[in-house]
Nanobody, 123 residues
Framework: QAQLVESGGGLVQAGGSLRLSCAASERTFSRYAMGWFRQAPGKEREFVAAVRWTGGNTYYADSAKGRFTISRDNTQNTVYLQMNSLKPEDTAVYYC????????????????WGQGTQVTVSS
């Protein structure tokens, strides 16, 4: 069945880098907009980055701009989030999502979600 699986999370010191991957089980996702969201304890899920199916249009939250890069490889049905200069406030569970909506920065635009991967940034 259709599934999104995140990987690449872990523990890193402030200033370090991580590369998250989101593998899709079906080629259908290659035609979807893909997004990354995160949720810290006690907080609402928030938008991080998104890319349209062509890969030519990307979107970033202000907190991610200049530090994070979203990309996709449709031949591998995989979306990536390269995270550099990580800060303790980046600590959260990171989720990838797929959908065909017209609002790639909105969680409500994504009907398909992964299980999440934990990112912990120590000070």
């Amino acid at each position: 069945q259709a599934q999104l699986v995140e990987s690449g999370g872990g523990l890193v010191q402030a200033g370090g880098s991580l590369r998250l991957s989101c593998a899709a089980s079906e080629r259908t996702f290659s035609r979807y907009a893909m997004g990354w969201f995160r949720q810290a304890p006690g907080k609402e899920r928030e938008f991080v980055a998104a890319v349209r199916w062509t890969g030519g249009n990307t979107y970033y939250a202000d907190s991610a701009k200049g530090r994070f890069t979203i990309s996709r490889d449709n031949t591998q049905n995989t979306v990536y989030l390269q995270m550099n200069s990580l800060k303790p406030e980046d600590t959260a569970v990171y989720y990838c999502a797929g959908g065909s909506g017209n609002f790639p920065t909105r969680a409500s635009s994504y009907p398909y979600w992964g299980q999440g991967t934990q990112v912990t940034v120590s000070s």
